[in-house]
């Protein structure tokens, strides 16, 4: 299977959680080949404000302390994924609104795919993670992984891919695969339907027919899907239809196995046809619910967040190895 992924942003701001994506991203990274790019967001670097009556040479000679804090904490960050096995190229250090930096970043990147973590809250008051993790899903025109679950969450064993034949879905779809490929993880694919409520009366003989073939169209096209993603993997994908609505199918289904180890995929802002479900409201569900990684993976017509410059500095440094 051709990879796709040739750059990934990880994002870090030294909680447990960015450790976690910190690997995570490396694993990837080694296992794709994907360049591998680290940035860490803070809030407060505001110039230091002197007496008027300081020496002039104090302006040269000191530079504020949380930003060497923020750089060391990116350096340590940037040699853990390095050490872990990524390919780190760039350590990127700016300041501003953190859903906004990354997503820009990841724009100027033309970034494949960004790694962040779910909650964490560094001492540095930099990338609040659990509170901008949801922002940066819902802004990014790339793929996001939400990284949750701890240490015993990866690598995974099992990949549940919600889809509703939209395009955003599909996107999901392969991009899953590929990463379940590189892990050698099974990948299951989920549809879910629901019948409309039965008129007064009950059914007749032939709207229950045409259900029965809608639920068999569905059945085929899914099976369809897993075939082709099957050609471009090692293995073909399991399928599942389930009867509910399509956010706690896919998370019904994560659950049932004993493995913990388990990646959900999903598309975001795709309207599937037949039902014109909003998948934009199906990942946020996931997202707030879901105990384990979430993938998701925006439509192309993904909103673009504004990329105005933060008036303060922002500073990055070319990583070297050896």
């Known amino acids: 299977m051709s990879t796709a992924l040739r750059t990934i942003l990880l994002t870090t701001d030294g909680s447990a959680d960015a450790a976690v994506a910190s690997r995570i991203a490396a694993g990837i990274s080694e296992k794709t080949e994907a360049a591998l790019h680290a940035v860490h967001v803070c809030t407060d670097l505001a110039p230091v404000v002197y007496p008027p ?3 002039p ?22 040699w853990k994924a390095q050490s872990a096995g990524g390919r780190v190229v760039r350590e990127h250090l700016r300041e501003g609104d953190p859903a906004k930096e990354i997503v820009a970043l990841a724009e100027e990147l033309d970034a494949d795919l960004v790694v962040v973590g779910n909650r964490g809250a560094g001492r540095l008051r930099c990338l609040v993670a ?41 996107q999901a779809g392969k991009l899953a695969t590929e990463i379940a490929d590189v892990f050698g993880a099974e ?33 085929s096209t899914l099976e369809g899907w897993a075939e082709q993603l099957g050609a471009m993997a ?18 019904d289904v994560a659950e049932e196995a004993e493995e913990t180890q388990t ?10 046809a037949p039902k014109r479900v909003l998948l934009g409201s199906v990942s946020t569900k996931i997202l707030r619910t879901a105990d384990g990684p ?22 990055e440094r070319t990583w070297r190895n050896g």
Not at 62 to 74: F, K, N, V
Not at 148 to 162: H, L, T
């Open 130 to 170: 659990g509170s901008i993790s949801e922002g940066v899903v819902h802004c990014a025109s790339c793929p996001v992984l939400v990284v949750r679950g701890g240490e015993e969450a990866w690598p995974i064993k099992r990949v549940v891919v919600g889809d509703d034949g939209s395009r955003s879905a599909r």
């Open 263 to 272: 990646l959900i995929a999903v598309g975001s802002r795709g309207l599937s």
């Open 234 to 251: 090692h293995d073909r994908p399991d399928t599942k239809m389930i009867e509910s609505k399509l956010a706690p199918a896919i998370v």
């Open 53 to 55: 009556w300081y020496p």
């Open 57 to 78: 040479w104090v302006f040269d000679d000191y530079s504020h302390p949380l930003e060497e804090e923020a750089r060391d904490l990116l350096r340590r960050q940037a």
């Open 187 to 219: 990948v299951v694919l989920v549809r879910a339907y629901e019948n409309p409520p039965a008129p007064l009366g009950d059914w007749s003989a032939e709207e229950r027919r045409e259900l029965d073939e809608a639920r068999l169209r569905d059945l």
């Open 294 to 315: 979430i993938l998701v993976v925006p439509s192309a017509q993904a909103q673009r967040v504004d990329r105005t410059p933060p008036e303060a500095m922002s500073a």
